[in-house]
């Protein structure tokens, strides 16, 4: 996607606009996984609804292969749908209440894969199944009747129904409690991997991020601050951002004061890099918009002091 920004306006009577994603710009290939880290409220979930057309963008492109994934109205195009797709924080909201898991699973089918006769519905139901570890008792039963986890199995079963070449997933097992989270992230990276699907992993946890990720992007108040291979971003941080981020998992303690630091500190400065107002190595030339430079293979920072 390129340079992507969107504005919202706030306020009755002043109405004020104000940025939620500035000039967002990132690529994710083939069989890649791209995670996205940052803080709450820095932008991610609408870096991922803008993407898939459910928001539209104030302006920017997203390209599937070169071709324009949006139409002008910033919804996606149809002949997209079944390639790019979303799974979401709160799974069961993507499935109806009243229809059994059975009825679910073959629902996108019969919408978006007409070709198949119902008998090869129900056999790559079946292969579905096996492949997000799930049996045949689950059929039978209504969402309500399955646990967090299990759902989002169901959750990701209906979504490689579709065949998807591209993935985002927003925060998917944030929900769920932490053992049943490794089972589903690790079933989530091998399916990928089998599959060749482009993932886009969204989470504000960097070391869940790391274990996930070919490459991690950084992302801070709507801007991506630093992007670099997982290891190469967790190992030599350059941003101050990403430091914060990257020290918050050794030592969490350290994090929080540094944290409250930040907070206390911000004075919200327009313009000029996001992180100004609290970076501890900021200088006069910070008060102007830093670019992405390359400074190193495949790792780019904006950061004046590069
Ligand atoms: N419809 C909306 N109208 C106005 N502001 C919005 C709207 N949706 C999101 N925002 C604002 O945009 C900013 C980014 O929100 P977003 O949900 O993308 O953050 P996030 O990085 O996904 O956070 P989290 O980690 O908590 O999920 C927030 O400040 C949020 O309040
Ligand atoms: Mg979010």
Redo the contacts with the bound molecule.
């Keep these: 996607m390129e340079e992507l920004s969107k504005e919202?306006t706030?306020g009755v009577f002043n109405r004020k606009r104000f940025k939620?994603l500035d000039g967002v710009s990132f690529s994710v290939k083939p069989g890649e996984t791209l995670g996205l880290v940052?803080?709450?409220?820095?932008?991610?979930?609408?870096?991922a609804r803008t993407m898939l057309g459910l928001i539209p963008p104030s302006s920017g492109r997203v390209l599937y292969q070169d071709q324009e994934v949006l139409s002008p109205k910033g919804r996606m195009k149809k002949e997209f749908c079944g390639k790019m797709q979303i799974i979401f924080q709160h799974p069961e909201s993507a499935l109806n209440p009243r229809m059994k898991i059975c009825e679910s699973l073959l629902e996108p089918m019969i919408i978006q894969k007409k070709d198949l006769t119902r008998k090869e519905m129900k056999s790559r139901r079946w292969e579905l199944l096996q492949q997000v570890g799930l049996s045949e008792e689950h059929l039978n039963r209504y969402p309500h009747e399955l646990s967090g986890g299990q759902i989002q199995r169901v959750v990701l079963a209906r979504i490689l129904s579709l065949s998807p070449q591209f993935l985002v997933a927003?925060?998917p097992t944030s929900m769920l409690d932490v053992s049943v989270q490794a089972q589903v992230l690790r079933m989530l990276k091998q399916i990928q991997a089998e599959n060749g699907i482009g993932l886009l992993f969204?989470s504000?946890d960097i070391e869940v991020v790391n274990w996930m990720s070919d490459r991690i992007a950084v992302?801070y108040k709507g801007q991506i601050v630093e992007s670099a291979p997982a290891e190469e971003l967790c190992q030599n941080p350059f941003h101050p951002y990403s430091r914060l981020l990257v020290e918050s998992f050794s030592s969490l303690k350290q994090y929080s004061a540094k944290r409250d630091w930040v907070e206390n500190n911000y004075t919200g400065e327009a313009g000029g890099c996001h992180y100004y107002s609290h970076c501890p190595q900021a200088g006069p030339d910070c008060r102007q918009r830093p670019v992405l430079k390359e400074t190193g293979a495949e790792h780019y920072i904006a950061c004046w002091l590069t």
């Design positions: 919202y706030a939620v940052g803080e709450s409220g820095s932008g991610k979930s609408t870096v927003d925060e969204i504000h992302m």
